[in-house]
């Protein structure tokens, strides 16, 4: 997908020559928003860097075996706990060890439900855009990109056929 039309707003995408998402510009109240992203040669999300005016938020994440087990915001290590499969479950703010994000995901597989940002109730809200393997949220459109497809959880569909 190369852009999408809200109302009279616009979101558009970029991609490097691996059909990776490097890009993702929308304008919001006459401001354009800015995602920048970098992908490791296994198509791990490595960086997602959200510049919103003048404020920028980087986000590294941390891999092992195929797994997001750690994300710096803003030079702040928080630990992820993935499930099985590798899809994130909680964000765990070390410090005060609760989960600053929570995406359960009971009666619910597709991945439909929409994570909570503020499990520990502190008024921060935290923003974490993995899903299931492969996937970045898109809060714009509402899809999961995921490489050469966008997949729509409301359905548990992806939006193109797929490309082999």
Known sequence: ?????????GVSFEYNG????????????GVIKTTNYLFDEAGHLLVE??????????????WMDGQ?????????????????LGTPRQVIDRTRDVAVWRWDLLNDPFGESA?????????TYFVFNMRFPGQIHDAESGLN????RDYEPGTGRYMESDPI
């Open 1 to 9: 997908m190369s852009s999408i039309s809200l109302g009279l707003a």
């Open 18 to 29: 691996r059909g990776e998402r490097v890009r993702k510009v929308h304008e919001e109240f």
């Open 49 to 62: 860097q959200f510049v919103d005016g003048a404020t920028t938020t980087t986000s590294e994440i941390i």
């Open 68 to 84: 997001p087990v750690g994300v710096i915001r803003n030079n702040v290590l928080h630990y992820i706990e993935p499930d099985h």
């Open 115 to 123: 994570p909570n940002t503020n499990p520990d109730a502190d008024g």
């Open 145 to 148: 990109y995921n490489y050469f």
